[in-house]
């Protein structure tokens, strides 16, 4: 397609639920990032992948948070047992390289907006 | 760690006024900066860059950013701002060969008519 798209758009949970955000790239992005934006803060991040290698997990702020790319194109961010701080935005974003050169750039999805209840 | 604070969070202007958004970033190495847009209801949208050579960089709409190594910091400007810039700027700052964004707390600007 032509931007990086996410699904669903709005997901409310109850609290202990498990969810799960996918986000379809851009066909072609070797990389893929997540982000979380909470309310009133700028975007933090989460996970990176470069095709199917999850290579940087560093920003995931729980073992419940869990993310996965198995065929190098669309990824699922996965959150287990919800918790009412996981409410926030979750932006994906594709790369076409390894490393935004400058030529090229991130390209940014339109986010889910979790709400845990 | 690295981090990005942008100075003020809500900016009110009226058309024409000019616009400046402070951006300061700590990390002592090479970095690669970022302006980021989103309008009401979109994406984010990437407004300008810089990854070396000359400091001030231009970008769409008339955006510049002006990068200042000693001061660590890369402010956004805009000569004369429209109703239609209203939307939340962020600055992002990424080491050198990393793959990571770091994001500011973003700054809302509102252009009245």
């Known amino acids: 397609g032509a931007g990086v798209s996410q699904s669903p758009r709005y997901k409310v949970a109850k609290r202990g639920q498990d969810v799960a955000l996918r986000c379809d790239p851009i066909s072609g992005h070797v990389s893929l990032f997540w982000y979380q934006q909470a309310l009133g803060q700028g975007p933090e991040f989460l996970t990176y992948?470069?095709?199917?290698?999850?290579?940087?997990k560093s920003g995931l702020p729980s073992d419940r948070f869990f993310a996965e790319r198995p065929e190098g194109s669309v990824s699922t961010l996965k959150i287990q047992r919800t918790q009412q701080e996981d409410s926030a935005v979750y932006l994906c974003a594709s790369s076409l390289v390894y490393q935004e050169t400058v030529n090229y750039g991130y390209t940014f999805g339109s986010g889910t907006r979790l709400t845990v209840v | 760690a690295q981090s990005v604070s942008q100075h003020n969070h809500h900016v009110i202007l009226s058309e024409a006024a000019s616009l400046e958004l402070g951006c300061n970033y700590s990390?002592?190495?090479?970095?690669?900066l970022f302006w980021y847009v989103q309008y009401p209801g979109q994406h984010l949208q990437l407004l300008l860059k810089y990854f070396s050579g000359d400091p001030l960089v231009k970008g769409i709409k008339g955006f510049e950013a002006e990068f200042i190594k000693s001061k660590f910091s890369f402010n956004l400007r805009k000569p004369s701002v429209q109703w239609s810039d209203t939307a939340e700027y962020f600055c992002a700052v990424r080491r050198e060969y990393g793959n990571k964004l770091v994001f500011g707390a973003g700054t809302i600007l509102r252009v009245k008519s």
């Open positions: 990390y002592g190495g090479t970095v690669n």
């Open positions: 992948f470069q095709n199917e290698a999850q290579l940087d």
